[in-house]
């Protein structure tokens, strides 16, 4: 357990400031503009790092963004959520916000920020939801402290180690340049989406993927974990509280397996007009979905 106090946090920044209206389409709007809390942290190493809270509630809903990705990325879900729960969204290092860190034992790091964070805000009954690097990052984090304050999980398309492996990606070995980077960014980014989003969003998430274009190995080296594929799965099977497991088609073998394997699963694919960000492709529903899973939970 680390030793970690109040006192040896700053809080950099306080400020009441509304979320932008994300209009992702009639439907998905919300008609309330929530207010948030935009906050840093110092970390036990002196890395500032970014998060949003607000809301009030017996249960905390703490989101773990992608590779590059700002908190900012789940503004869908704060709207909703914090009118009946409290919510944190937070940038990890090298993200949004977040100080820029260029050390080592970079996932043994990240995912003690999940665990100080969660200090940091004295958060109880926790449903921590992982997207995409957020999914393994999540995980490593149970796997490293374990599922006390845990509630639920919910893990948004990404692999969990289960059947065969999906197909590899493009390598980025050939990137090395900032010119390089800076279009396979914008390549990257333009993927994950399968609906537009408001220009306001995609500029949040155009500055946050940048912040080491000057530096794309370092980009790339959060992307690299230290663990086998299967570290994932047999950490959801030891974690023996329920978990909710939201994909599109890519990792159907996987979710079957799941299913049949852990009797605490449940889980959802969205097979229509959702890309890899399907949170926000698909945001009214899948803050229904959420919603119905968090209330089986009472």
């Known amino acids: 357990m680390l030793n970690y106090t109040k006192s040896s946090v700053l809080v950099l920044v306080f400020a009441l400031i509304p979320l932008l209206d994300y209009t992702m389409s009639p439907k998905a709007q919300e008609s309330v503009k929530p207010m948030m809390q935009e906050k840093f942290f110092l970390t036990s190493d002196g890395t500032k790092i970014h998060y949003l809270i607000g809301g009030t509630g017996p249960r905390t809903l703490v989101f773990v963004p992608g590779w590059l990705m700002p908190a900012e990325i789940f503004q869908m879900q704060f709207n909703h959520f914090v009118k009946t729960y409290r919510v944190i969204s937070f940038s990890p290092r090298s993200q949004g916000k977040s100080d820029i860190y260029l050390g080592k034992n970079l996932a043994q790091k990240r995912a003690q920020d999940i665990h100080e964070l969660l200090q940091e805000t004295q958060a109880k009954n926790i449903s921590l939801i992982g997207w995409s690097l957020g999914v393994l990052e999540t995980l490593d984090y149970v796997s490293r402290y374990g599922t006390h304050g845990l509630q639920s999980l919910v893990l948004i398309d990404n692999s969990i180690g289960e059947g065969t492996p999906p197909i590899a990606q493009k390598k980025s070995a050939t990137i090395h340049t900032t010119e390089q980077f800076t279009q396979y960014t914008k390549n990257f980014i333009a993927a994950i989406f399968h609906q537009p989003i408001p220009a306001e969003l995609l500029q949040m998430i155009e500055h946050s993927t940048l912040r080491l274009a000057h530096k794309p190995a370092q980009a790339f080296a959060i992307l690299k974990k230290p663990y086998p594929r299967e570290y994932y799965r047999e950490t959801i099977y030891a974690s023996q509280i329920p978990v909710w497991y939201a994909i599109t088609p890519r990792y159907r073998e996987q979710a079957t397996l799941f299913n049949q394997k852990y009797p605490l699963g449940q889980l959802k694919i ?29």
């Open 270 to 298: 969205y097979e229509k007009n959702a890309g890899h960000a399907l949170f926000i492709d698909q945001a009214e529903d899948f803050n229904r979905d959420l919603e119905h899973f968090l209330k089986a939970l009472n």
